[in-house]
Nanobody, 114 residues
Framework: QVQLVESGGGLVQAGGSLRLSCAASRNIASINMAWYRQAPGKQREFVARITNGGFTYYADSVEGRFTISRDNGKNTVYLQMNSLKPEDTAVYYC?????????WGQGTQITVSS
């Protein structure tokens, strides 16, 4: 089991940057982690994933603009978001897979104004 707490959300102008953090309640060195997002009226969608070995994967819509990283010593995963667009507006969720169970944080709101 793991608890996840996201932080770093807020309001930013288009073209700006934000960094989200996801703090876990346990050691994450062996855990695959990811970020998802959900915009109003839309389904939750994949944003980025980082494996326990450090391999990264991105949605086409954020490739080249977002970077996922992890600091196992701090039990924290980050999402650096650059060149933000209004369509990036959503609630961003951190998720972790522990054995066969997927855990979610409470989410953090990102609003990008045009």
């Amino acid at each position: 089991q793991v608890q996840l707490v996201e932080s770093g959300g807020g309001l930013v102008q288009a073209g700006g940057s934000l960094r989200l953090s996801c703090a876990a309640s346990r050691n994450i060195a062996s855990i695959n982690m990811a970020w998802y997002r959900q915009a109003p009226g839309k389904q939750r969608e994949f944003v980025a994933r980082i494996t326990n070995g450090g391999f990264t994967y991105y949605a086409d819509s954020v490739e080249g603009r977002f970077t996922i990283s992890r600091d196992n010593g701090k039990n924290t995963v980050y999402l650096q978001m650059n060149s933000l667009k209004p369509e990036d507006t959503a609630v961003y969720y951190c998720t972790a897979w522990v054995v066969t169970t997927q855990y979610w944080g409470q989410g953090t709101q990102i609003t990008v104004s045009s």
